[in-house]
Nanobody
């Protein structure tokens, strides 16, 4: 049973913005730390932003100040607002728990051109 449904992504120019969404089951959304991960070409998957069930937030240094993770309790959705995008943000982005479940979705491709 799929408990995380990702949407969003696409292409943007450097300096632009994109928003990613992840709809989670209520059990996951309210009980666990949710996080966004990304896998850049040729690199390992890395966590870039996390938000606990209590709303505490942390970011990877590479996105601090540019990306914002948030939760919408009305529809069990976790968002990743990505601003001031850079070409090095080009990656496949994933939503999961932290630590992650074994299940990973297909991810969302984000391409940033210079």
């Amino acid at each position: 049973q799929v408990q995380l449904v990702e949407s969003g992504g696409g292409s943007a120019q450097a300096g632009g913005s994109l928003r990613l969404s992840c709809v989670a089951s209520e059990r996951l959304f309210r009980g666990y730390t949710m996080a966004w991960y990304r896998q850049r070409p040729g690199q390992e998957r890395e966590v870039i932003a996390g938000i606990t069930s209590a709303g505490a937030i942390n970011y990877h240094g590479s996105v601090q100040g540019r990306f914002a993770i948030s939760k919408d309790y009305a529809d069990n959705t976790v968002y990743l607002q990505m601003n001031n995008l850079k070409p090095e943000d080009t990656a496949v982005y994933f939503c999961n728990l932290r630590p992650p479940m074994r299940y990973w979705g297909q991810g969302l491709e984000v391409t940033v051109s210079s």
